[in-house]
């Protein structure tokens, strides 16, 4: 088979599915792509095992049609080096003999049979599916995807969940210090208005990959799941993956729903003080302390080892009792720098109980809430 294609357009699409392969993989057919040539529609699959990239593409003066495996990093190291400009393939079907001929030279490849190629793993006939657009799944995803956890005894962590119900999706993510819960509205789903919701729980792996491709799709994503496979379809990428089974924890459960003191505060205040403070902060524990009163925050943090000690006063808006209570400072951060709000609620209750950390205006269609556990206080 042969064909013509632009190397800077093949390589977008082979560094986009590139990310999937393992650099130790179980099978060696996995080191590679595997293309199939159907016409003038070029397919590349990138795979290892768990999780499956797809996409296609359209190549010029097409002759015969087949497929074969091509070695992924000697590609992709080959391709990196070419301006822009028109790639000639032309792969011997019968030893898998490949030449790729640019305006200056040739390059020569040893592909290996396409056929030894995993399959894809086959949806049920009972799957279920759920639409919606490509923009709202791209937002929760990357608004959940930081609290996931890297827990080999408790693997259901280490991913999020998908809990779809007729008219509402919620994702949650949790690492048992913090939780977030994205909700949103889908375009479309099969689960009845009368049915209890159903729900799957995606790796962290493919979900990293949606997190890079979905910005630059457009339109909606079709999702197809059933007990075991998750199947994302976008306009110019397919991604299979395994599901992590096991049950989710009751996230409902752990978030507070009394909390009398509420607090209104600028964000970016907040967290740049936190970055300041937390310098100062023991480097084991990263025990951060805020006290608030009357439209004040007070920021405090101190290593007794070195004896180093710093503390910040910024404005708010709280006129209820004073209240302290103390976070592990890396926590705090990285949920402040996960939200895209420019004013944020902390709603607590007491010391002891989790702290609600609320955008004061959330985005269209979406209402996200994130939550962290306190740390003792000695004093």
């Given at each position: 088979?042969?064909?013509?294609?632009?190397?800077?357009?093949?390589?977008?699409?082979?560094?986009?599915?590139?990310?999937?392969?393992?650099?130790?993989?179980?099978?060696?057919?996995?080191?590679?792509?595997?293309?199939?040539?159907?016409?003038?529609?070029?397919?590349?699959?990138?795979?290892?095992?768990?999780?499956?990239?797809?996409?296609?593409?359209?190549?010029?003066?097409?002759?015969?049609?087949?497929?074969?495996?091509?070695?992924?990093?000697?590609?992709?190291?080959?391709?990196?080096?070419?301006?822009?400009?028109?790639?000639?393939?032309?792969?011997?079907?019968?030893?898998?003999?490949?030449?790729?001929?640019?305006?200056?030279?040739?390059?020569?490849?040893?592909?290996?049979?396409?056929?030894?190629?995993?399959?894809?793993?086959?949806?049920?006939?009972?799957?279920?599916?759920?639409?919606?657009?490509?923009?709202?799944?791209?937002?929760?995803i990357?608004?959940?995807?930081?609290?996931?956890?890297?827990?080999?005894?408790?693997?259901?962590?280490?991913?999020?969940?998908f809990?779809?119900?007729?008219?509402?999706?919620?994702?949650?993510?949790?690492?048992?210090?913090?939780?977030v819960?994205?909700?949103?509205?889908?375009?479309?789903?099969?689960?009845?208005?009368?049915?209890?919701?159903?729900?799957?729980?995606?790796?962290?792996?493919?979900?990293?990959?949606?997190?890079?491709?979905l910005?630059?799709?457009?339109?909606?994503?079709?999702?197809?799941?059933?007990?075991?496979?998750?199947?994302?379809?976008?306009s110019?990428?397919?991604?299979?993956?395994?599901?992590?089974?096991?049950?989710?924890?009751?996230?409902?459960?752990?978030?507070?729903?009394?909390?009398p003191?509420?607090?209104?505060?600028?964000?970016?205040?907040?967290?740049?003080?936190?970055?300041?403070?937390?310098v100062?902060?023991?480097?084991?524990?990263?025990?951060?302390?805020?006290?608030?009163e009357?439209?004040?925050?007070?920021?405090?943090?101190?290593?007794?080892?070195?004896?180093?000690?710093?503390?910040?006063?910024?404005?708010?808006?709280?006129?209820?009792?004073?209240?302290?209570?103390?976070?592990?400072?890396?926590?705090?951060?990285?949920?402040?720098?996960?939200?895209?709000?420019?004013?944020?609620?902390?709603e607590?209750?007491?010391?002891?109980?989790?702290?609600l950390?609320?955008?004061?205006?959330?985005?269209?269609?979406?209402?996200?809430?994130?939550?962290?556990?306190?740390?003792?206080?000695?004093?």
């Amino acid at each position: 088979m042969k064909f013509i294609v632009s190397s800077s357009d093949l390589l977008s699409h082979l560094q986009a599915i590139s990310r999937v392969i393992n650099s130790k993989n179980s099978l060696p057919i996995l080191d590679n792509f595997l293309f199939v040539l159907n016409g003038t529609t070029l397919t590349m699959t990138a795979s290892d095992i768990e999780t499956t990239l797809i996409t296609s593409m359209d190549v010029e003066t097409v002759e015969g049609n087949g497929k074969v495996a091509v070695a992924s990093r000697l590609l992709l190291d080959t391709l990196r080096e070419f301006s822009d400009q028109p790639l000639t393939f032309d792969i011997n079907d019968s030893n898998l003999a490949m030449v790729i001929t640019s305006a200056n030279g040739s390059y020569n490849f040893i592909g290996q049979n396409g056929d030894e190629y995993p399959r894809m793993p086959q949806l049920q006939d009972d799957a279920r599916t759920l639409a919606m657009p490509v923009s709202i799944l791209s937002s929760g995803i990357s608004k959940t995807l930081f609290c996931t956890a890297e827990d080999e005894l408790r693997p259901v962590m280490n991913g999020i969940f998908f809990d779809i119900a007729y008219d509402r999706l919620t994702l949650v993510a949790t690492d048992a210090h913090k939780l977030v819960r994205f909700k949103t509205i889908h375009s479309s789903t099969s689960v009845k208005e009368d049915e209890e919701a159903v729900n799957f729980i995606l790796p962290k792996k493919p979900a990293n990959m949606l997190k890079n491709i979905l910005p630059k799709e457009s339109g909606e994503v079709e999702i197809h799941f059933d007990k075991k496979n998750a199947h994302f379809k976008l306009s110019n990428y397919t991604m299979i993956c395994r599901q992590i089974e096991g049950r989710f924890p009751n996230y409902s459960a752990v978030i507070p729903t009394n909390n009398p003191n509420k607090i209104i505060i600028d964000r970016l205040s907040l967290l740049n003080a936190m970055k300041r403070v937390s310098v100062f902060s023991n480097q084991g524990s990263n025990l951060i302390k805020l006290y608030f009163e009357q439209n004040q925050i007070h920021i405090s943090a101190q290593d007794i080892d070195f004896s180093i000690s710093a503390e910040e006063t910024i404005s708010c808006q709280y006129d209820g009792d004073p209240i302290r209570i103390g976070f592990k400072s890396p926590f705090m951060i990285e949920i402040l720098g996960n939200i895209n709000a420019s004013d944020i609620v902390l709603e607590l209750s007491d010391a002891s109980r989790a702290g609600l950390i609320l955008p004061f205006e959330n985005d269209p269609n979406e209402e996200i809430l994130m939550l962290l556990m306190p740390m003792l206080l000695n004093d």
